[in-house]
């Protein structure tokens, strides 16, 4: 009699109702011969991922939280779920009720695993809950704060710079960052933004019909959730394209859901280089066993990898939160990109902080560790004016033919250049009365 298949447990041994692929022995002669066991997807699991699997998800087994279609599917997107799991003050449940149509509660089980179940200031958890202030409306707040709307050539297709194109090519999120730029084409738009094989293929018609695109960036939503099939079809559509010098994507699936970086699909995207990929992060406590495992995976199959994050209030934004966040992307082999200061998306006033937080950071960052380590400063400007590159001054002035400099210690250099003029604002600016701040690196009085 053929004995029962065995099944995973959590620890990853075996007991008795396995739903994990396992195959029968073969009985020869009273022998039996163990057939090959069939790999289940494996993937690192942290403890803390351990233990929520087991507290919420306890007829899960490893094999289906390991598989980033059952996280989908599984993802908590009703109040009646989240309140499980979460201890919800009134502001979120509110919160969570009112928000219906665009930008909708969705968090894969995973995510949720890093969100504090009784701290409603964590940062992580401030990221993805909704609170009152997310329906405030703030002076110079838009829905569209970066006019991609306007700058929108075909359905889905920005073409803002000369050389390259902001390709967007999906409304789904696996998880739905509350302050997210393109909050108004996510989740339920009533088919305002609608995205298909068809509207890509008009898409790659434009990007073919002019050769001065030599970039193309594919974001979304994101574009890591459209499943291999097509995610294959479009990256194969675009390389046919002979002017098109490399792709990237932009994505923040190796960090809410790491389990999408299956083996299967870095063997995919490793046929389409030149690739690059701009991963997503925002805080230190996202660089788990998981997400250093996805990045690591990516990092392999030869994709560069850069971060782009954003600027929080309260969440990253000090030196003593932004360091060790941008020291782990090293480590994970993601170099630190951008830095972006918050866009006034609508709704968003509670998490921008001002832009000489920003400058302040970096100050804090040059000189104190690795260049490796520091991301450049940008604002998004809004109305379609692109980013635009915020650096701390560093430029005290000049005396006569030296220009000159203070470093990272407050010191005073000087550089001979007898032919420049850099360093006569400064000069005006100090004759006025303005100093330059030592943290900040501007001028004021």
Known sequence: MTPAAPAAKLDGTI??????????????????????IEPINRFPLSEKSRR?????FPGTSIHDWNDWKWQVRNRVRRLDALDKIIDLTPDERASVIERTGNLPIAITPYYLSLLSPDDPEQPLRRTHIPIGGEFIRGIGEDPDPLGEDH?????????RYPD??????????????????????VGETNGEYSFSISQWEKAAQYIEAHPEIRDCLLSGGDPLSIGDDKLEWLLTRLRAIPHLEFIRIGTKIPVVMPQRITRKLVRMLKQFHPLW??????????LTPEAVEACARLADAGIPLGSQTVLLKGINDSIEVMTPLMHGLLKA???????????????????????????????????????????????????GGGKIPLLPDYVLGRDGDDLLLTNFEGGTYRYPDPAGSIGTAQDTLRASGFSLHPQLGLYGK
């Not at 090519?169 to 084409?185: A, N």
Request: aromatic share 10%.
């Open 277 to 286: 990929m701009s991963i997503h992060f925002v805080h230190p406590e996202e």
């Open 333 to 383: 082999r993601v170099k630190p990109y951008y830095l972006y200061q918050c866009d006034p998306v609508s709704g968003s006033a509670h998490f921008r902080t001002s832009v000489e937080k920003g400058l302040e950071i970096i100050r804090g960052l040059r000189g104190h560790t690795t260049g490796y380590a520091v991301p450049q400063f940008v604002v998004d400007a809004p109305g």
């Open 151 to 159: 700058d929108t050539t075909v359905p889905g297709l920005v073409h």
């Open 164 to 185: 390259r194109v902001l390709f967007l090519t999906t409304g789904f999120c696996s998880t739905y960052c509350r302050y997210c730029t393109r909050s108004r084409m």
């Open 15 to 36: 007991t008795a109702s396995s739903p994990a692929t396992i195959a029968t022995s073969r009985v020869t002669r009273g022998t039996a011969t163990p057939r090959k």
């Open 52 to 56: 929520f699997l087991r507290k919420h």
